[in-house]
């Protein structure tokens, strides 16, 4: 190699370098841009920053850990989403102070799924605590309820169980008009939406106690919302479907059953569609699913055939 190749690739190599390095300048410039959008009042550009710096790994947490102490709470907010989407498990320890210190609802509620989408395991005795707060917002009970159930958090078992069974008498029905006038006002349902995830929640935990809890929780007699038991029917369905004891995979089915009779349509079809993920019915009950499955597939509700359809499908020849 002579003495102008040398010098040529010499020349291309610092020429190179300094390319490399004004882009490499001028990228973490435009993150810092990105960043300082995201404490403005203009929505769009934060939108915009948020969709650039969700892609730039995890220089993006160090960046955006100031702003969790902003005045503003949704620039706080769009902080913790940010260190979700960048960040480790280890980042958690950043967001878990702001459940206790935040004013705002709304970010504390973030705070309780951006844990989850960091896997931030460690975090578990927190969200239990504020689970368990009835003094905390509902939302962000709701949150640590979703959490939990993400990180299959088995020692959360009990204090789900709890919310999911802290629900409104069910009203008795009136046997004469003098007595529907006289009955009490109807309790409000003020934590529908709490059980409903705490339900959810419990399919992800393989346990005895959360396949009873949620099959009390199918029963209209018990629980008064609908959306509730139809919840519960399908984390039966899931937990009745991964379950290999026959016992809970039978609490599980029982439960099913019972909802096959639910005076509700939609917890009919959740009923249904949760028989026919069972991939082997115990021999003891299998006279009752196929006869559920007769019953639904004559049902009045569209759906519910349809779904009895489906279930026999998927289940198969039963043994009756």
Same mark, same amino acid.
């Given at each position: 190699?002579?003495?102008?190749?040398?010098?040529?690739?010499?020349?291309?190599?610092?020429?190179?370098?300094?390319?490399?390095?004004?882009?490499?300048?001028?990228?973490?410039?435009?993150? $810092?841009?990105?960043?300082?959008?995201?404490?403005?009042?203009?929505?769009?550009?934060?939108?915009?920053?948020?969709?650039?710096? %969700?892609? #730039?790994?995890?220089?993006?947490?160090?960046?955006?850990?100031?702003?969790?102490?902003?005045?503003?709470?949704?620039?706080?907010?769009?902080?913790?989403?940010?260190?979700?989407?960048?960040?480790?498990?280890?980042?958690? #320890?950043?967001?878990?102070?702001?459940? #206790?210190?935040?004013?705002?609802?709304?970010?504390?509620?973030?705070?309780?799924?951006?844990?989850?989408?960091?896997?931030?395991?460690?975090?578990?005795?927190?969200?239990?605590?504020?689970?368990?707060?009835?003094?905390?917002?509902?939302?962000? $009970?709701?949150?640590?309820?979703?959490?939990?159930?993400?990180?299959?958090?088995?020692?959360?078992?009990?204090?789900?169980?709890?919310?999911?069974?802290? $629900?409104?008498?069910?009203?008795?029905?009136?046997? %004469?008009?003098?007595?529907?006038?006289?009955?009490?006002?109807?309790?409000?349902?003020?934590? #529908?939406?709490?059980?409903?995830?705490?339900?959810?929640?419990?399919?992800?935990?393989?346990?005895?106690?959360?396949?009873?809890?949620?099959?009390?929780?199918?029963?209209?007699?018990?629980?008064?919302?609908?959306?509730?038991?139809?919840?519960?029917?399908?984390?039966?369905?899931?937990?009745?479907?991964?379950?290999?004891?026959?016992?809970?995979?039978?609490?599980?089915?029982?439960?099913?059953?019972?909802?096959?009779?639910?005076?509700?349509?939609?917890?009919?079809?959740?009923?249904?569609? %949760?028989?026919?993920?069972?991939?082997?019915?115990?021999?003891?009950?299998?006279?009752?699913?196929?006869?559920?499955?007769?019953?639904?597939?004559?049902?009045?509700?569209?759906?519910?055939?349809?779904?009895?359809?489906?279930?026999?499908?998927?289940?198969?020849?039963?043994?009756?």
């Amino acid at each position: 190699m002579n003495t102008r190749s040398i010098t040529a690739i010499a020349v291309l190599i610092i020429v190179l370098g300094g390319v490399y390095a004004v882009t490499t300048y001028q990228g973490a410039a435009k993150i $810092r841009e990105h960043v300082q959008a995201l404490d403005g009042d203009d929505t769009a550009a934060a939108t915009r920053a948020i969709e650039a710096l %969700s892609g #730039q790994g995890e220089r993006v947490v160090s960046m955006v850990e100031t702003l969790l102490t902003n005045a503003n709470p949704l620039v706080r907010s769009n902080a913790v989403m940010l260190i979700a989407m960048c960040g480790g498990p280890e980042h958690g #320890q950043l967001l878990t102070p702001l459940l #206790q210190n935040d004013k705002d609802e709304y970010v504390r509620k973030d705070v309780t799924l951006a844990l989850g989408r960091l896997g931030a395991k460690q975090a578990i005795p927190t969200l239990i605590t504020v689970l368990s707060d009835e003094q905390e917002d509902l939302l962000v $009970r709701e949150g640590a309820a979703t959490t939990l159930g993400t990180f299959e958090a088995a020692e959360a078992t009990i204090p789900l169980l709890a919310v999911l069974a802290a $629900r409104p008498p069910v009203p008795a029905p009136a046997i %004469s008009d003098e007595e529907a006038d006289e009955a009490p006002a109807e309790v409000e349902d003020t934590t #529908q939406t709490l059980r409903l995830a705490a339900a959810v929640a419990l399919g992800y935990l393989q346990s005895s106690e959360a396949v009873e809890g949620l099959a009390q929780a199918v029963d209209e007699a018990v629980e008064i919302a609908p959306s509730v038991r139809v919840a519960a029917v399908y984390a039966l369905g899931d937990l009745a479907a991964r379950n290999e004891k026959e016992s809970e995979q039978l609490t599980a089915l029982e439960g099913m059953l019972l909802a096959c009779g639910d005076s509700v349509g939609d917890v009919r079809i959740a009923a249904m569609q %949760s028989l026919g993920k069972v991939s082997i019915v115990p021999e003891a009950i299998q006279s009752r699913v196929a006869q559920a499955l007769a019953s639904a597939e004559e049902d009045t509700h569209f759906w519910v055939r349809e779904a009895a359809k489906e279930a026999r499908s998927n289940l198969g020849l039963l043994d009756v």
